[in-house]
C-alpha cells in the first residue's frame, strides 16, 4: 500500500493502543463469526486434518470514510437496479440478442443458454424466480474538476452468489462495537461518530428474501417437510458467511435449509414426476425434504462444472419446481456485456426496462463507460484505445465471468488482446478504471496488519421476487422487492483486483462523512 499524505484519517496509534484494539477485535470476530476457515497458506490443511479452525475474516481496523450522499443514492436506487434487472431476466427475446453475440466464443455462457433452452423446450413448471443481487460501486471524483462532487459509478451487478453479505453486518457490529469500548483512541473518536456509522442489515434482510420465496411456493406436493436448499462449493473457506444467512433464516422465519455442494446434486435429489424437487439429507436418506427454493452459492463459475456430469445437475436443477435463485435467464443477465449494452450512449435499453424517466436517469449516472470490442463504430473505436499501450491504461478487460481474479488491467490489456484471437476478442468489455480518491486504513489479514492507501468499493444488495409473464402478460410481475442493506470491501490501492475471497481485500463498513 502507498502512504497518502493528505490523509489525516486514521491516525497513528501508540503500540499499547493498537494491541488494545488488536485484541478486541480479534476475539469479537471470533465469537460473532466474522470468521473464513484458514487458507492453505496459512493452516496447512495437515495441521487441521479435523477442520475445526478458523480465523478472523479480514477485516479494516476502522470504518473507512464514505461520502454520504454516495451513500444514500446508491441505497434510494437499488429498487430501481432491481426492477431492472429482473425485467432483462423477463425479456428472453433481448437477453437473447446479447447472448448471440457471445455462444460462439464463451463455451461457459453458451452451456448456460444450450442448458436454458433444453428446460424451455419441456416447459417451465416455476413461474417465481428470486434475485439476490448486489450492485457494487466506487466513489468517482473527475480529477479535471478540483470542487467536483463525489458521484457513484458502478462496477458491476451480480445476480448469482452475491457473497459477503452475512460477514457485512458482522463488521458493521464491530467497528460500533469498537468505538462503544474507546478502542478506537480519543484522537480519533472525533472522526468516528456513532451517528455516521451505518449497520447493514444484509444478513437478516436476504435471509428474509428466502423466507419470501419459501412462503410463495406455495403447498407441499410431495413431502410436508419443506426446506431451502444451499447449493456450495466444497471446500468452501467463506462458509461462515453463507451459515448467518441460514442461521437468520431458521430464527428469524423458521425455514429449514441445508447445505448441498454443487458436485454430490445428483446423487442426493431427485425429481419426480411432475418436477418436485426432493432432497434426502446424507445423515438421514429415508427422510425426504420438497425444496421450495435453490440458493446457488456455486455453479457461477466454469471451475463448478469439471465433468459433465455437473451440466446434467445444473439442469436437473433448472428443470426443477423449486424456485432458481438465481435461474440460468438471471444468471445471464449478470453477464459483464448486459451491462456494457445498458451503458451504450443515448440506447433505448434502459427505457425499455424502466420507463420512469427520472428512475431510468439516476440509474443512468451510476454506468461508467463500457465498450464492446466488437465490429460496431464503437467496438473499433475501443479495440484502438485497447491495443494502445498509452490509452490501455485507463481501461481494464472483462470476460463473461464471475468470483474475482478473470479481469485484464491497464497496461497488460495490449499484450493479453495479441495473443487472443481476433474473433474472441467480443466475448470481453472495455471498461474506464474508475478512479475514486485517495483514502487511508488498516486492513489485518492473516494476523498481519498493513497499514496504507486503500480502495473502497461499495455493494448494495437488493432482493426481488417476481413472476414470470406468459401469454396473457407477457411482462410479468414484481412480487416482492427491497433494498437488502450493504456490503463494504477495502482492498491496498497497489492491488487492481478487489476480491476478499480471492486473498485481495477486507471487509469493513462506512462512515459516513
Ligand atoms: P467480478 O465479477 O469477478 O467480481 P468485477 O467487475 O467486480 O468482476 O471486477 C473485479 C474487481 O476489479 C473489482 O472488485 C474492482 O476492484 C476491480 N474493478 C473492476 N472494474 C473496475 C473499474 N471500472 N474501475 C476500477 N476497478 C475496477
Ligand atoms: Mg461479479
Ligand atoms: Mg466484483
Redo the contacts with the bound molecule.
Keep these: 500500500m502507498t502512504s497518502n499524505s493528505h490523509a489525516e484519517y486514521p491516525p497513528e496509534l501508540s503500540q499499547a493502543e493498537e494491541q488494545y484494539l488488536l485484541s478486541n477485535l480479534k476475539d469479537w470476530s471470533i465469537a460473532h463469526g466474522l470468521a473464513v476457515r484458514p487458507a492453505p497458506s496459512f493452516v496447512e490443511p495437515s495441521q487441521d486434518p479435523a477442520g475445526v479452525l478458523a480465523s478472523t475474516a479480514p477485516v479494516t481496523l476502522f470504518p473507512s470514510l464514505f461520502p454520504r450522499s454516495c451513500f444514500e443514492e446508491g441505497m434510494a436506487i437499488q429498487k430501481a437496479y432491481n426492477e431492472l434487472y429482473s425485467g432483462i431476466s423477463r425479456d428472453e427475446p433481448w437477453l437473447q440478442s446479447i447472448v448471440e453475440e457471445l455462444v460462439d466464443i464463451d463455451d461457459f455462457v453458451a452451456k448456460l443458454w444450450r442448458t436454458h433452452l433444453e428446460v424451455k423446450k419441456e416447459g417451465y413448471v416455476q413461474e417465481l424466480s428470486l434475485g439476490l443481487f448486489r450492485s457494487?460501486y466506487?466513489v468517482h471524483q473527475d480529477p479535471s474538476l478540483a470542487n467536483a462532487a463525489p458521484g457513484l459509478k458502478q462496477?458491476?451487478f451480480?445476480t448469482i452468489a452475491s457473497s459477503f453479505g452475512g460477514l457485512s453486518s458482522q463488521v458493521s457490529a464491530l467497528h460500533k462495537y469498537l468505538l462503544t469500548i474507546d478502542a478506537y483512541p480519543s484522537s480519533t473518536s472525533p472522526m468516528i461518530k456513532e451517528e455516521g456509522l451505518r449497520q447493514s442489515n444484509s444478513a437478516s434482510s436476504l435471509a428474509k428474501g428466502l423466507a419470501a420465496a419459501h412462503h410463495a411456493y406455495g403447498s407441499s406436493r410431495a413431502s410436508p417437510s419443506l426446506c431451502v436448499l444451499f447449493v456450495v462449493q466444497n471446500p468452501e473457506r467463506n462458509v461462515f458467511d453463507q451459515r448467518h444467512l441460514e442461521y437468520a433464516l431458521l430464527k428469524e422465519s423458521g425455514v429449514r435449509s441445508f447445505r448441498l455442494p454443487f458436485s454430490e446434486t445428483l446423487a442426493h435429489t431427485r425429481l419426480d414426476s411432475d418436477r418436485t424437487l426432493i432432497y434426502t439429507p446424507p445423515n438421514a436418506p429415508s427422510t425426504a425434504y420438497e425444496v421450495t427454493t435453490i440458493y446457488f452459492r456455486a455453479g457461477y463459475s466454469p471451475d463448478d462444472y469439471p465433468r459433465d456430469e455437473d451440466w446434467s445437475a445444473r439442469l436437473h436443477l433448472e428443470k426443477s419446481r423449486a424456485i432458481k435463485c438465481p435461474s440460468i435467464l438471471t444468471h445471464l443477465a449478470g453477464c459483464?456485456k448486459v451491462q456494457q449494452v445498458l451503458a451504450t450512449p443515448h440506447s433505448p435499453h434502459l427505457k425499455r426496462f424502466l420507463p420512469n424517466d427520472q428512475v431510468a436517469a439516476r440509474v443512468l449516472e451510476t454506468f461508467?463507460p463500457i465498450y464492446p470490442l466488437d465490429d460496431s463504430e464503437a467496438g473499433k473505436e475501443a479495440r484502438k484505445l485497447a491495443t494502445d499501450a498509452s490509452s490501455a491504461t485507463k481501461y481494464?478487460l472483462?470476460p463473461q465471468?464471475?468470483?474475482?481474479?478473470?479481469?485484464v488491467y491497464r497496461k497488460a490489456i495490449p499484450p493479453f488482446l495479441e495473443k487472443l484471437p481476433e474473433t474472441h476478442w467480443p466475448a470481453y468489455i472495455l471498461?474506464?478504471?474508475?478512479e475514486p480518491p485517495p483514502l487511508e486504513n488498516a486492513i489485518l489479514r492473516n494476523g498481519e496488519l498493513q497499514r496504507g492507501g486503500v480502495?473502497c468499493?461499495l455493494g448494495v444488495y437488493g432482493v426481488c421476487l417476481w413472476k414470470e409473464g406468459n401469454g396473457n402478460d407477457k411482462k410479468g410481475e414484481v412480487l416482492e422487492s427491497w433494498e437488502a442493506g450493504y456490503l463494504l470491501?477495502t482492498?491496498g490501492d497497489q492491488s487492481?483486483?478487489?476480491?476478499v475471497a480471492a486473498g485481495f481485500g477486507a471487509v469493513d463498513s462506512c462512515c459516513l462523512v
Excluded at 465471468?401 to 479481469?407: C, P
Excluded at 471498461?431 to 474508475?434: G, R, Y
Excluded at 487492481?496 to 476480491?499: I, S, T
Design positions: 457494487d466506487m462496477v458491476e451480480n459483464k461508467a481494464v472483462k465471468r464471475e468470483g474475482g481474479g478473470n479481469n471498461m474506464e478504471m474508475i480502495i468499493e470491501r482492498k487492481e483486483e478487489g476480491g
